[in-house]
């Protein structure tokens, strides 16, 4: 089945540093989703992206969908302990339900 | 604001046993959706609906069925609990408007079989 596969598995930071998690998939997306889960939490949408090279931001965030839309990006500048948690890509082939990464962990040591 | 709910927080079970947990949606939403979320292992699709009365398999549905009787409502039933199936169970909701739409979460139940 289609596979997206999400790279780091963990990442620790110290506070202030910068942080990108990068999503990988083996065929053309329609779109991709990004999701943040604060622990204990429950995953919560932060953007789509559908456009090839498309580039959104949300104040320190910065999404990136890559020409070919078969990768993307999550980079957080300048972590805060505000940004821990685990960060998922969810993608979508066609008719099929969005699948998603495995999720980077982000640890911000203050 | 969308609100997702689930049955319960916490379950423990016996194996063998049949076990229902329920997902409600309030926002009118087509899609429900039902996750299992394992450590390392991300969010795995059990089952969805995309209306009424209709079910697709996910990726993973081996040992578990799903209702959808009204369109609030989506339930994930475990018709046989085993061991394998401790996990924490996440349902989602979305609307469909032609693309996808923003998954709208539950706060999960995290379910023990002894």
């Known amino acids: 089945g289609q596979q997206v596969m999400q790279i780091p598995q963990y990442q620790h930071v110290q506070e202030g540093e910068d942080f990108t998690t990068y999503c990988n998939s083996s065929t053309t997306l329609s779109n991709i989703q990004w999701y943040k889960q604060r622990p204990g939490g429950h995953p919560v949408f932060l953007i789509q992206l559908v456009k090839s090279g498309e580039v959104k931001k949300q104040k320190r965030l910065t999404f990136q969908f890559g020409e070919a839309k078969k990768n993307s990006s999550l980079h957080i500048t300048a972590t805060q302990t505000t940004d821990v948690g685990t960060y998922f890509c969810a993608g979508r082939r066609g008719n099929t339900p969005l699948v998603f990464g495995k999720g980077t962990r982000l640890s911000v040591i203050a | 604001d969308v609100k997702v709910t689930q049955s319960s927080r916490y379950l423990v079970k016996r194996t063998g046993e049949k076990v229902f947990l329920e997902c409600v949606q309030d926002m009118d939403h087509e899609n429900m959706f039902w996750y299992r979320q394992d450590p390392g292992l991300g969010l795995r699709l059990i089952y969805f609906s995309y209306d009424v009365k209709m079910k697709e398999k996910g990726d993973i549905p081996e040992g578990y069925s799903v209702s959808r009787e009204k369109k609030e409502r989506f339930s994930l039933i475990l018709e046989s609990a085993s061991t394998n199936q401790t996990s924490m169970y996440l349902c989602?909701?979305?609307?469909?408007?032609?693309?996808?739409?923003?998954?709208?979460f539950g706060d999960g139940t995290r379910l023990s079989i002894l």
């Open positions: 989602a909701s979305s609307f469909w408007t032609g693309m996808d739409q923003p998954q709208h």
